[in-house]
Structure formats: C-alpha cells, structure tokens
C-alpha cells in the first residue's frame, strides 16, 4: 500500500487586520487520522481551507509527495472538507447534491440507478442511513452533516478534512462514525481532524499537531494513545495554568457550584421560567413527553440530552424558533404564554443564542458592527455614534482581533460565540437562552463562557442552557436535567 505526504511549510495568511496563519509548517499522511488542535483562532481553519484550495496562502508551499501541490503534472490528489456548516444546496435532494460534488468539473453523462447505487454502498461503509430523495432543507443536522460527508465521500478523497464532526451526532453516531474513520485509514485515507474535543481525540487519533497563534507548536505521536489532556493543553495554551476535566475533584465541584449561591434565599427567588407538561406529537421525531422544570432569578438552569433526542426540540419550542405544535404550557414572569416568539421573547428582556449560531444568532454576510449592534442603544432603528462606540468597547472587552467593518465569516467559531453572548448580555437580560454554547469552543473559552454566565446569574439574570451531550463540559449550574428519550430527569440541585 503506498503511503503519500501532504506537507505544509511555513504557510503564512494575513488579512486586513490580522495574521490568521504565521508560518505554520506541518505535514500529513494518508492511512493516519491526524488532529488539528488548537486553541479558538489559532489558525485550523484557515490552515484546513488552504490545504483544501478554498483560500490562497499569503506566502508558503504545499507539496504533495514532494511536488508542488497545485503545479503537479499528473492527477492531482482529491482533498476534500467537509465544513462545521455545510452548504448544500437547499432545494436540492441529497443524491443531486452529491452528484454536484462528484462531477463538479465535468458534465459527463451519468446513470442514476448506478450513481444512487454507488452511494447506498457508500453508506452502508460508513454506517449511516440516508433517504438520498429526501431535499437538504428536509434534514435534521447530523443529517446534514452525513449528507455532506457523502458528497465528500463521492469524490473519492485522497484526504478528508472533518472540522467538529461529531458535533452533531448522539452517542451511538459517534461510536459508529469513529468505527468507520478506523476502517477507512486502514484502507489509506488520509483523515485531517478539527476538533476541541480532547478525550475523542486521543483515542482516535495517531498524531496530533498544535497550533497557537498561527504556528505549529509541536506535533505528537499518539500511535500508542498514550498523550496526556494536560501535555496538549500546556502546548495550546502556554504557560496559562490549565486543569483538565479528569483532575476535578468533587470539593472542586462543590466550591464552584457555591460561587453560584446569591444572598437571598431560594424560595424567594421569582420563578422567571416555569415549563409544565409540555408534550408534542411528531412523525420520525423522538417526540417530548411531560417535559416540566422552571428557572429562578439568579440560577443556571443546564437542560442536556442527546442532540436528536429531543434537546433540538426544545430549543425550537423555548426559543420560539421554528417551533412544532405542542401542547402544555409556557410562564414566564408568571404570565401563562399561548405562543412564545424571538420578538415575545426579546420584548420581556431575555437574550436568546441559537445553536445555529452562523444563520440564526448571526450571518456570515454581516459585518461584525451589524452583528452586534441591534441590541445596544439604537435598539435596532438609529445606529448612531453611540452604538459604534459601544461595538468597538466590546469587540476591545472580548480582547478579539479583528474589525468592526470585516465580516462576520472572519471570525472563529469561538470568537462568535464570544460575541453573540457579549451582544445578548449588553441588553442586562432577566432571562438568557443558550443553545449549545460550548459547540466548537476550546477549553479556555468554555472557562470563560461559565465565567461570563456565572457573572450574569449573581446580576440575577435567569439562566436556561440547553446542552447536547457531545458538548458535555458545563460544570457551574444550579439545577441540572437530563432529557432521555423525550423525558426529563432531574439530577442534583444545590
């Protein structure tokens, strides 16, 4: 079996305002799954776009088995990526979809029953079941992303570029998508691997390179799966002290859960969101059943489940969101709620983030100034000196590198969730939603993020976090549940 070698060699990518990419050299295999770690705008990404030929590197080479990479003479290797947010098209079906991925550079002629048969095989392979008639705008996420992967997939890659794969996928995807990664490095995929989440990475991954401010720092061997969480965060982080999930102690636990407790006690807290019985009734849906809790003045409320069964439902429902028909009832501030809108919402002073953070709580067409200026003085109608001044202080607060004119798909995934929470928490909201915020944010981030709702909660904001398990790193909370198979169990409250 021969083996081939991607190598990047101080590949360099400047923008207006930033050095995204600052002579990062790093090299790849095909039969390996190699980790791209990093910590939130460390350069993965972007490095993933230019190795995929999405963006050109300000300076730098790629060389594939020792040629130039986009000066080959013969065949040139197929590396493809599939992104956090694939864009498909939508009124498309899946099997047109990837027949666009398939023959994007050619119109030759192509038989339907031999192309849909070709990727029912491909699916059978990687364990995942796909109706390929069904329209993108039909699928549910970790649909969408198994349609992406297929349309990836067709093309036959040499190497496949995954940023957060799993982030979308239940317990049970995950253990069969990692199955099926194992077995195609075993038939010479070259597999490059973006994630944040560390325990899925050291038992997946052979070697892991770290990436801080645009520079591999080291690249380490975990053939033997042997690396240690606390190695790679030192690298990532440098000098930063860091504590790993496993080295939590229970009085550590216990003390952080303290820092939430506030000076009144808690049944003089206001219930400022109470849930009752809420059930829905949804073909092919793991539909919600009795599903009650509230939410007081001043406490974090953490809702988690597994990402298709149910938690996305609820989000829809709590945040007025494309919401199904259900029934039971909604209180909030003690008002029983017929209906819950965005705009209901918004109008009684809560913050809402999406977990559909890139078309939902954001766009990509925006600039960073219209991300973050609806809520802030103008209010959304006079976008006057005063709301610039107020995106400048807060882009400046974030301590993030980039313009307020630049758009919004320049930011990192960590560095817009910063900036959708800064925005929501501008407002002083009675009530803060949250949909998966810990989706794509490295272990720093999601220190801060805790910190940030810790800091809002003692101000008495109410919080709800609706969390899926793959995102499973929240630790500060007063009441925590757990919705399994579309019902909810509580678990310990202060």
């Known amino acids: 079996m021969n083996l081939h070698e991607l190598c990047c060699t101080d590949i ?8 995204a990419l600052d002579g990062a050299t790093v090299q790849f295999k095909t039969g390996s799954i190699h980790a791209l770690l990093g910590e939130n705008g460390a350069g993965k990404s972007t490095l993933a776009h230019i190795i995929s030929g999405l963006l050109k590197p300000t300076s730098g080479s790629i060389t594939y088995d020792g040629e130039l990479l986009y000066c080959r003479n013969g065949a040139k290797p197929r590396i493809f990526m599939v992104h956090q947010n694939p864009k498909l098209a939508e009124d498309f079906s899946v099997w047109q979809n990837a027949l666009l991925a398939a023959q994007k550079s050619s119109l030759k002629p192509y038989k339907k029953s031999a192309f849909t048969a070709n990727l029912e095989q491909i699916c059978a392979s990687w364990n995942f079941q796909l109706n390929l008639n069904k329209k993108i705008n ?14 990836r997939l067709a093309g036959k890659p040499d190497f496949l570029i995954l940023d ?21 490095r075993a038939q010479n995929l070259g597999v490059i691997y973006i994630s944040h989440n560390l325990e899925e990475t050291l038992k997946l991954c052979d070697t892991i390179s770290i990436l801080r401010k645009g520079v591999c720092k080291a690249t380490l061997d975990n053939t033997a799966y042997n690396t240690k969480e606390s190695e790679i965060l030192q690298i990532m982080f440098g000098g930063e002290s860091q504590k790993t999930e496993g080295q939590k102690t229970e009085a550590h636990q216990t003390e952080k859960h303290a820092d939430l407790k506030v000076s009144v006690l808690k049944n003089e807290k206001q219930k400022v969101f109470v849930v009752r019985n809420l059930e829905t009734s949804i073909k092919n849906k793991k539909n919600l ?3 009650s809790f509230e939410c007081r003045q001043g406490e974090i409320t953490v809702i988690k489940g597994e ?50 953070k890139y078309l939902v709580s954001s766009n990509p067409n925006l600039t960073v100034k219209e991300l973050l200026m609806p809520f802030l003085a103008g209010n959304g109608f006079s ?17 993030i590198d980039i313009s307020a004119d630049e758009p919004v798909s320049n930011l990192s995934g960590g560095m817009l969730q910063r900036l959708i929470l ?60 757990e919705i399994k198979e579309g019902q909810i169990h509580k678990g310990n409250d202060l």
């Open 164 to 184: 957060e794969p799993t982030a979308t996928l239940d317990a049970a995807q995950r253990t069969l998508f990692f199955d099926s990664l194992k077995k195609a």
């Open 383 to 399: 976008h006057c000196k005063k709301d610039a001044e107020a995106v400048q202080s807060m882009i400046e607060a974030e301590k």
């Open 12 to 19: 360099c990518m400047h923008f207006t305002h930033k050095k």
């Open 289 to 291: 059943s009795g599903i």
């Open 422 to 481: 800064a925005r929501e928490l501008a407002a002083e909201p009675k009530l803060l939603i949250l949909a998966d915020p810990l989706y794509g944010l490295d272990y720093k981030t999601v220190r801060y993020l805790e910190d940030r709702l810790t800091a809002a909660a003692s101000a008495g904001t109410a919080v709800v976090v609706l969390m899926a398990d793959a995102d499973d790193g929240f630790s500060k909370w007063n009441c925590l549940y």
């Open 138 to 151: 039909s699928l549910n996420d970790s649909e969408r992303f198994y349609a992406a992967l297929l349309c």
């Open 307 to 356: 990402k298709n069964g149910g938690i996305a439902l609820l989000e829809n429902i709590l945040t007025g969101i494309n919401p199904p028909e259900y029934s039971g009832f909604i209180e909030l501030f003690g008002e029983k709620l017929k209906k819950i809108t965005p705009a209901l919402l918004r109008k009684n002073g809560a913050g809402i983030v999406s977990s559909k």
